[in-house]
């Protein structure tokens, strides 16, 4: 299988993210003006600051010639994963609810979290096992989700809500230690925490490897994710 | 036309930013302060002033977690 992982001008996190995707098959760049996909079977919307976050984190980049590609694709049932600025790109582009503000402290964290995964039936997860607790670094200015409380419950009993920040250890004040959401549909996938930073022992963790696996696994049985 | 939006959080959501120029003003010596919000000014020259709150909802706000008004300025 094929990963498509998008550059944005300002995306710093696409060469890690290329490497987490090819434990898993192939990966390659999508550039931002470019609409073609080349075919990809998935795609990645990795961390970093597009086009300098001017306005609000990702309201400019959703805009971009990739981004109408990515948009279509996701329409058409393709997996998408958003992580970090790229989750913040997707709330932005409307193909997944709520935002995300400043964090409560108003500082950049980077540390390593421990995630748990509360919906082990997503394409994005299915290599994990439910209730299975995954740790992986953070690193933002901007990631305390918010969705109207409504919806928040919507979405926590829908199963929608598929990563949470374990007790404690919500790092950005994020409603109901939201950490990672999915769409309706189940096949748009953003969270905060950086998967493609934990897939090799040497750097501490490699539990981010289990979302690029569940990646590969659906696309290969998509019946069975 | 030369227009002017006024970009603020949204009522109820929480607003460190407001909370933390709040917490300094005292500091200073400013008494009495309360109710500190922090948000956004836009301004832009349009031919088309109706166009303006479409862009609001689409870009220039986040109607979410963002309220907005727009004023003409001559």
Known sequence: MKFGVVRFPGSCDEVDAVLACEQQGEAEILWHGDRDLKGVDAVVVPGGFSYGDYLRVGAIAQFSPVMEAVAEFARGGGPVLGICNGFQVLCEAGLLPGALLPNTELRFLCRQVDVEVVNAGTPFTSACEQGQVLSIPVKHTTGRYYAPPGLVGEMSSGGKVVLRYAQGQNPNGSMDDIAGVCNAAGNVMGLMPHPEHAVDALTGSADGACLFASMAAHVAEPAAA | ?74
């Open chain 2, 1 to 74: 036309m030369r227009a002017r939006v006024l970009i603020r959080p949204k009522e109820g959501i929480l607003d460190p930013q407001g909370q933390a120029v709040e917490r300094a003003l005292p500091a200073l010596g400013f008494d009495g302060v309360a109710n500190v919000h922090v948000g956004r000014l836009v301004e832009l020259d349009v031919d088309d002033a109706s166009q303006v709150p479409e862009m609001c909802e689409r870009l220039l706000a986040n109607p979410l977690i963002e309220d907005y008004e727009v004023l003409t300025v001559e």
